[in-house]
């Protein structure tokens, strides 16, 4: 069986940390919505509405999409350059 692993291609991305609002905001142009009484995110993906919750990456893909990403799998999955 043949084995894959991921191209190097880079990406850029934001953490939310439940007090930067405004940077997630400007980040993603005003793509996401905020929860009331919540420190949620919900972001508009190619796959329907998804949610972030404090720590989780925003990530900006290739081809300009937004899309949240869990903390621990961000930091396996990625390194900063």
Not at 8 to 32: D, L, R, S, V
Not at 35 to 61: F, H, N, Q, W
Request: charged share 25%; proline share 6%; glycine share 8%.
């Amino acid at each position: 069986m043949p084995k894959y692993i991921k191209k190097p291609i880079p990406i850029t991305a934001i953490q939310w940390t439940g007090h930067n609002k405004a940077e997630i905001i400007e980040f993603t142009h005003n793509q996401c919505r905020f929860r009331d009484g919540k420190v949620s995110i919900i972001i508009p993906t190619l796959e329907g509405d998804m949610g972030a919750t404090d720590g989780d990456y925003i990530i900006c893909g290739v081809d300009g999409e937004f899309y949240p990403c869990k903390r621990e799998i961000f930091e396996k999955t990625y390194q900063i350059i």
